[in-house]
């Protein structure tokens, strides 16, 4: 199956630094999905982004799919942004996986300091 | 918004009781999902419902089986709960005419003892 690979696994940022988290997949995909995943469980959306880029906020996103790979950029951080994210990817029927599971990385954990 | 919720946030049940996960959403979406989380293993796809008792088995079905009577319903049952089952259950839901994009609710924290 898609094998999903997020980097850094753990990052460590003073309160109002940049970071930028990397995705990188090994097939073609139809979607690929940003979260965040909050201290009580929740995931949070933050991008729909099978391609292009997207910004919302302090957050961006840009996934170049002939690349096979993703970057979700974090801007003036702030503790809340304090978490796990993950990049989940649903693979391309062509590719042979399933047209409906997402396939998640293993996360990235953020630990913004005050 | 997208909006869905499971029945309880934490959960404790002892070894052997049936116990049932409710998931309902909001957005007339087709396609529902169970997958649990478990540190070092991730996310993995438990069942999915593409419509009203309809289902397909996703990586991990064993010991899990689901209902969907209704559209915005999705329940995960557990027959006989046993201890390794313990674990994070979070409920999706998703649409194609918007490409599948899943939207999670808050999860259920089940400890089995």
């Known amino acids: 199956g898609i094998q999903v690979e997020q980097s850094p696994p753990d990052l460590i940022l003073q309160e109002g630094a940049n970071s930028t988290l990397r995705c990188n997949f090994s097939d073609s995909v139809n979607n690929l999905q940003w979260f965040h995943q909050n201290p009580w469980g929740q995931l949070i959306n933050l991008f729909y982004?099978?391609?292009g880029t997207k910004q919302n906020g302090r957050l961006s996103a840009t996934t170049v799919a002939t690349e096979r790979y993703s970057l979700l950029y974090i801007s003036s951080s702030q503790t809340t942004d304090s978490g796990v994210y993950f990049c989940a990817v649903e693979p391309s029927q062509h590719s042979g996986g399933s047209n409906y599971k997402l396939t998640f990385g293993k996360g990235t954990l953020l630990t913004v300091n005050p | 918004d997208v909006k869905v919720t499971q029945s309880s946030r934490y959960l404790v049940k002892r070894t052997g009781e049936k116990v049932f996960l409710e998931c309902v959403q909001d957005m007339d979406h087709e396609n529902m999902f169970w997958y649990r989380q478990d540190p070092g293993l991730g996310l993995r796809l438990i069942y999915f419902s593409y419509d009203v008792k309809m289902k397909e088995k996703g990586d991990i079905p064993e010991g899990y089986s689901v209902s969907r009577e209704k559209k915005e319903r999705f329940s995960l049952i557990l027959e006989s709960a046993s201890t390794n089952q313990t674990s994070m259950y979070l409920c999706?839901?998703?649409?194609?005419?918007?490409?599948?994009?899943?939207?999670f609710g808050p999860g259920t924290r089940l400890t089995v003892l």
């Open positions: 999706a839901s998703s649409s194609w005419t918007s490409g599948n994009e899943q939207f």
């Open positions: 982004i099978p391609s």
